[in-house]
């Protein structure tokens, strides 16, 4: 009897053993939240995980096999060549060498403060930005750059979006044109993977993840299914290989990145491609790297002979007028470890409708009423029946808090008809009680505006007393101080 249940229960093991590779051999499919990446058996309606409604998506997992490839699914040819990972042995901390590590300079002075000095050799960027606004014009002219100064190697540019002499055509118009730039003109995820392995470049550049489209699994262009499968074989195939890759990403009508939010923690830096289409102005700036600051910021401009950097952007910033007028006043904004001077501009007229109008550009509507307010209040200035226009130049932004003491004095010149003189900056957020608040790193700031060539700079009270050479500094503690300080306290009309 313990005999036959022993046959018994060895045959029932067998059969399960047997049921689970059955399992495996087939396609799973499970779902997905394209914003946090949350992965479950059950399609919902609402992610279980961060609330969003309607992320929820359908995803293919490719059959494995007895090797551990990925196969194609069910009648289809599978076109991804495997590739060979080499297995290296732990080792302590202290014995991995780094010495050999090289940054690739991208060209851009910009570009590479923003990566932390470089490319890292083997690591995935993903550049994103709305359409339009340059991503592929600065890769291109970055693979020209590289080409050029590594006339011994190659660099690959894969495109998905555009033929190879399309490709060409920009290229020469960016003067990008490289012997050893090789283009090439495909969606097939097996032949980007193909190229790549064939001619190991010193930097690859794939524009873009959603125009490339993998025969292993399911899924239309551009879904959650065929970017992760995409995103997910180059990081593989840049780790294995040791080679760079810059992935251009789509952004969704709302400004984030396409397709499921894991793209963004698989690569290894996420750079976001900013700017007016209005303006020349272009801001990069990394939302994540794993190999430098995410607090930098680089400053381009784009001409019609391609993206030059800007690496002292105060020009772009301030008007070339040298005589004062009434209705401006600079201040100095943070972006980053950067500080830019903003120059804001205010006209007052009279009012011939019951609702004043309020006109803004660059700068927040909802502290402009806060500020007419306090200035009314506090500052003995009505401006609550007459016309505002409040705007920045050159597509600056002045919403940080730091920027009230400026647009407070601008629109106090204007009604006055007083000027501030050029040599004159503001910086200092103005509470509801009328006091002038402290900033962070406002020491930063004052030091960029003494560079500049300003000479005077109006602050609220510090707690360590700062001398910059060039640099007077005018402490004020309330919005009344300041109006003294600047000569505008007489009423306006």
């Not at 093991?13 to 689970?20: E, P």
């Not at 495109?159 to 097939?188: H, K, Y």
């Not at 500080?339 to 700068?363: I, K, M, W, Y």
């Not at 409040?390 to 601008?410: F, H, N, R």
């Amino acid at each position: 009897m313990t005999a036959t249940a022993t046959i018994i229960a060895a045959l029932l093991r067998a059969h399960a053993k047997a049921a689970r590779l059955l399992h495996m051999a087939k396609s799973t499919t499970s779902y997905v939240c394209t914003e946090c990446g949350w992965t479950g058996a059950k399609w919902f309606g609402r992610c279980p995980e961060c609330g969003q409604w309607g992320t929820i998506e359908e995803f293919h997992e490719a059959r494995p096999t007895a090797s551990g490839q990925r196969t194609a699914a069910p009648g289809r040819t599978s076109r991804t060549a495997p590739t060979a990972v080499a297995l290296s042995a732990a080792q302590p901390i202290t014995d991995v060498d780094t010495a050999s590590v090289t940054r690739v300079p991208t060209g851009f002075g910009e570009f590479d403060r923003v990566l932390g000095g470089g490319i890292v050799p083997g690591s995935v960027v993903l550049i994103a930005g709305e359409p339009g606004i340059g991503k592929s014009t600065l890769l291109l002219e970055t693979a020209g750059n590289i080409a050029r100064a590594t006339p011994s190697g190659n660099v690959l540019y894969i495109s998905g979006e555009e033929s190879q002499a399309q490709v060409r055509l920009r290229a020469s118009r960016i003067d990008a044109v490289e012997p050893n730039l090789l283009l090439a003109s495909t969606t097939d995820l097996a032949t980007a993977l193909g190229l790549i392995e064939q001619h190991r470049p010193a930097l690859a550049i794939v524009d873009s993840a959603q125009t490339i489209v993998s025969q292993d699994v399911d899924g239309i262009c551009g879904g959650s299914t065929q970017v992760r499968e995409v995103a997910s074989a180059l990081i593989d195939t840049a780790k294995s290989l040791d080679v760079p890759v810059l992935l251009v990403g789509h952004v969704t009508k709302d400004g984030s990145i396409a397709g499921p939010r894991t793209l963004e923690h698989l690569v290894d830096v996420v750079c976001q491609f900013e700017g007016e289409p209005q303006t020349a102005l272009r801001l990069l700036r990394a939302v994540k790297n794993r190999f430098g600051p995410t607090d930098e910021v680089g400053c381009f401009d784009m001409s019609g002979v391609g993206i030059e950097e800007v690496t002292d952007p105060a020009g772009l910033f301030l008007s070339s007028n040298e005589t004062p007028v009434d209705g401006t006043c600079v201040t100095f904004t943070l972006d980053g470890h950067r500080s830019l001077p903003v120059e804001v501009q205010a006209l007052v007229t009279d009012s011939v409708l019951p609702t004043p109008r309020r006109a803004v550009n660059g700068v927040d509507s909802n502290r402009i009423a806060m500020l007419v307010a306090v200035l009314y209040r506090h500052g003995g200035l009505s401006l609550l029946s007459r016309d505002l226009y409040i705007s920045t130049i050159a597509g600056g932004v002045a919403k940080e808090p730091s920027c009230d003491l400026a647009i407070v004095a601008a629109l106090a010149s204007a009604a006055t008809s007083t000027p501030i003189a050029r040599s004159t900056c503001a910086i200092g957020e103005i509470s509801l009680t009328g006091q002038v608040r402290p900033v962070p790193r406002l020491e930063y700031r004052l030091r960029e505006a003494a560079r500049l060539g300003f000479t005077t700079a109006l602050v609220p009270p510090m707690r360590t007393p700062t001398s910059i050479p060039g640099l007077r500094i005018v402490e004020v503690r309330s919005l009344l101080d300041a109006l003294d300080a600047l000569a505008l306290t007489k009423r306006g009309k």
